[in-house]
């Protein structure tokens, strides 16, 4: 198993910043894809930014150039970097990490974390 911890949600200006960050533990593993999605009350869950192998990210429209997805390896540590905070960007938000287990694939999130945006 694969153990997530979240932390650096809060509550913020609009405009303001915030730098969440998540660290995985656990049994022997290998990580492929780690990602942050984000929840809204009402909403479907959607996903924020995610980073491959490689250093490949991906970013949903409403956030590009202003938030950064980053990973320390060795830390097995995702983090994003949230600037220029909007209120619509208030939701709980979830790392997600996909990574191999025993040889077999499989997909684990974090306990959510609350961003609250004020304008």
């Known amino acids: 198993q694969v153990q997530l911890v979240e932390s650096g949600g809060g509550l913020v200006q609009a405009g303001g910043s915030l730098r969440l960050s998540c660290v995985a533990s656990?049994?022997?593993?290998?990580?492929?894809?780690m990602a942050w999605y984000r929840q809204s009350p009402g909403k479907q869950r959607e996903s924020v930014a995610t980073?491959?192998?490689?250093?490949?990210?991906n970013y949903a429209d409403s956030v590009k150039g202003r938030f950064t997805i980053s990973r320390d390896n060795a830390k097995n540590a995702v983090y994003l970097q949230m600037n220029n905070l909007k209120p619509e960007d208030t939701a709980v938000y979830y790392c997600?990490?996909?990574?191999?287990?025993?040889?077999?694939?499989?997909?684990?999130w974090g306990q959510g974390t609350q961003v609250t945006v004020s304008s």
């Open positions: 997600n990490v996909v990574a191999i287990v025993s040889n077999v694939v499989r997909n684990f």
């Open positions: 656990g049994s022997t593993f290998s990580i492929g894809i």
């Open positions: 980073m491959r192998s490689g250093d490949i990210t």
